[in-house]
């Protein structure tokens, strides 16, 4: 029988919590999507003020990395590298995205999920994003 750790309701109510807690020191607006093993949502969270277009990002976010067991923003260095780039439609899903800010979650080597920012600068939504991340990893 095949098995897949994935995170749960628990550990994406931590992510959220962390995230936003460094959301609301630093006195910013954003998205936080937390997803499980499939890329598939848990949890989301749009603080007030926050784009709306960056609900559907920071979902899209998540699922990306959890499906690509990367950083969003390695896939989308890759596909705008100029000796190797690729066309990110030939991902064959419109929800892949090369954006910073989504970052898989990684226990014992295997990839359980992820946690997506969206709404800052990719180098804050991916600070950000960490904060959730490390929650997790703390147990």
Do not use: C
């Amino acid at each position: 029988m095949y098995q897949l750790d994935s995170l749960g309701h628990v550990e994406a109510q931590k992510a959220i919590q962390a995230a936003q807690a460094e959301l609301n020191h630093r006195g910013q607006k954003a998205v936080i999507a937390v997803s499980d093993a499939h890329g598939e949502l848990i949890a989301l969270l749009r603080l007030d003020g926050a784009p709306l277009p960056s609900v559907v990002v920071a979902t899209n976010k998540a699922w990306t990395a959890a499906r690509e067991r990367k950083p969003t923003r390695q896939i989308g260095e890759s596909s705008r590298n100029p000796q190797t780039a690729f066309d990110i439609a030939y991902f064959g899903d419109s929800r892949y995205i090369g954006w910073g800010g989504g970052l898989p979650v990684v226990i014992n080597g295997k990839v359980v999920g992820a946690v997506a920012v969206s709404g800052l600068s990719e180098a804050e939504d991916i600070e950000v994003a960490q904060k959730g991340v490390d929650a997790i990893l703390a147990g």
